[in-house]
């Protein structure tokens, strides 16, 4: 398990669906979980994979999602969004069109907590992001850690040690295109 994964955030919840987009970071994240469960957790763990049929790779990313669960044994759920038909009826961007739908469908499949791979990086970026949109010192504090059911175990990982820990497990992930 990665140094910096905080577990403690899980508690004694018993069931975890993990945000599976395929890329190094819930890639990561699901492994820790796994391995979490293994050492005597008794947590369930499942994902969901969201594919928001956008990019060119959006279905392959999805096989490798379904190909990575069945592997590993952990059931997975597979919904396809209309991320652009949504943000033209709602008038949003395709990114918050995609983040409202797919944490309706992380809602959808949730029995208990939700695990996004959100990292320390994410964190910092948030924060600049909101810095130079003019946010207040609550926009300075980024990702929550936990916020209701979602929780983010990577919050401490860099994105260095993400990918050192996937190495070390001979483990690929799907790369952005």
């Known amino acids: 398990m ?4 905080d577990a403690e955030i899980i508690g004694k919840e018993k069931s975890v669906l993990v945000g599976l987009s395929g ?3 819930s890639v990561c994240l699901l492994f820790n979980l796994l391995e979490y469960s293994k050492a005597g957790n008794n947590l369930s763990v499942s994902a969901i994979h969201c594919n928001h049929q956008l990019r060119g790779t959006a279905d392959s990313d999805e096989a490798f999602c ?3 669960c069945e592997k590993l044994g952990v059931p997975l759920y597979v919904e396809r969004l209309d991320v652009k038909g949504f943000a033209e009826e709602n ?3 395709e990114e918050e069109a995609g983040r409202i739908l797919r944490y309706r469908a992380f809602d959808k499949y949730a029995d208990g907590l939700i695990a ?4 320390r990086g994410d964190t910092a970026e948030t924060v600049i992001f909101n810095l130079i949109r003019g946010a207040g010192l609550r926009g ?3 990702i929550p850690v936990q916020r209701g059911n ?3 175990p990577l919050h401490r ?5 993400i990918e050192g820990y996937l190495a070390e497990c001979g483990q690929d992930f799907a790369t952005d295109e």
């Open 116 to 119: 996004t791979a959100h990292n």
């Open 91 to 93: 008038s949003l961007s």
């Open 2 to 5: 990665l140094k910096n994964f």
């Open 23 to 25: 890329g190094a970071d």
């Open 157 to 161: 990982c860099t994105r260095a040690e």
């Open 150 to 152: 979602i929780i983010r």
């Open 140 to 142: 300075m504090c980024g």
């Open 66 to 68: 379904v190909r990575l």
